[in-house]
């Protein structure tokens, strides 16, 4: 695909998460972080497994820690996770096909604050038992330029931004929704409306296609694009982008590692193909090899082909390596 479009691409292969812990005894090494800084885009698999769940309680030995010190150490602050149905995959949803067919939106997560990152974060000790504490913190900064690049996007599109908070009940969503409100003004061209992440959660099942934009803070995003994936009829079908103010970007598929498949041939691959889509789109400034690699998955799945995970009765199942090569095919 690259050299079809004329990209001369360089693989540099590195070992994070539960296979770097292995290898050198930490999840996210240094010179790792350092090779993923020089480099103009990242694409990322799935780290985990039971086998490391609960290995050390040093949070350098958790798989996670891995992606989390990528994250904060790149500057990736904006998780952008498009939801779009496929006509062909409208009738796999967990919905009818007339509440998902269209749908069409983005969300953008803000990624490197909240409550994964704010400090304190502990478990300890008292007298009447253990207690653990998670700390939720953002500043002005932080929402401003998550908002900012919702904004911009919207513009791109259709033109309207949702920002999900909990506004009624966190002091941090009441100022999440004052920022917000203020940068809206920056964009007159931009509608601008604010739903409570309960009553959004709702309205995402009752009414995707109304949603264009929506921009929320990290836990709720985190929680939200899950549910959002079920439109689009299972996880293994949506990719994702993390981006911060340059074009350095890294990219993965929503899905977790699936230990309990892993090594079987049964996977999605769909998710990380147009994962590397989104690569070429945002890093790399290939609009036009990005949408040739969406049309080949989109043919692949009109052509009736699905991975166990997003079949019905009576359609032609395939393993991960089929699959691949289905999409390869029609990329030919």
Not at 35 to 47: P, Q
Request: proline share 5%; with cysteine.
């Amino acid at each position: 695909m690259a050299a079809g479009s004329g990209i001369a691409v360089t693989f540099t292969e590195e070992l994070v998460g539960g296979a770097s812990v292995d290898a050198y005894g930490i999840a996210l090494r240094p010179q790792t972080l350092k090779l993923c800084k020089a480099a103009d885009a990242i694409l990322f698999g799935a780290v985990g497994g039971p086998k490391w769940d609960d290995a050390a309680p040093q949070s350098e030995l958790r798989p996670g820690s891995a992606l989390l010190g990528l994250r904060k150490g790149l500057g990736l602050f904006a998780n952008l996770r498009p939801v779009r149905v496929d006509a062909a995959m409208a009738s796999t949803s967990v919905l009818r096909p007339e509440r998902v067919r269209g749908v069409d939106l983005m969300v953008v997560r803000e990624l490197t604050g909240g409550l994964y990152f704010s400090k304190p974060k502990r478990r300890y000790d008292t007298p009447r038992g253990r207690a653990a504490v998670d700390t939720m913190r953002y500043s002005e900064p932080e929402i401003e330029r998550v908002a900012v690049r919702a904004f911009e996007l919207a513009q791109r599109r259709r033109r309207q931004v949702c920002s999900v908070d909990k506004a009624n009940v966190l002091e941090t969503s009441r100022l999440w929704r004052t920022v917000v409100s203020g940068i809206a003004v920056r964009y007159p061209d931009v509608a601008c409306t604010h739903l409570l992440v309960d009553a959004f959660a709702m309205e995402l099942l009752r009414r995707p296609q109304a949603f264009d934009v929506i921009v929320t803070e990290n836990l709720f995003g985190d929680i939200l694009t899950d549910e959002a994936s079920m439109l689009a009829g299972a996880l293994g079908m949506l990719p994702s982008a993390s981006l911060g103010e340059g074009r350095l970007g890294l990219y993965e598929p929503v899905h977790g590692s699936a230990p309990d498949i892993a090594g079987k041939d049964v996977a999605n691959p769909i998710g990380a193909i147009l994962s590397a889509a989104m690569l070429l789109r945002w890093s790399l400034n290939r609009d036009d090899a990005a949408q040739t690699i969406e049309r080949a998955v989109s043919e692949t799945l009109g052509a009736g082909l699905r991975t166990a995970d997003i079949a019905s009765d009576g359609q032609t199942v395939v393993g991960t390596r089929a699959m691949t090569e289905a999409v390869l095919k029609a990329l030919a």
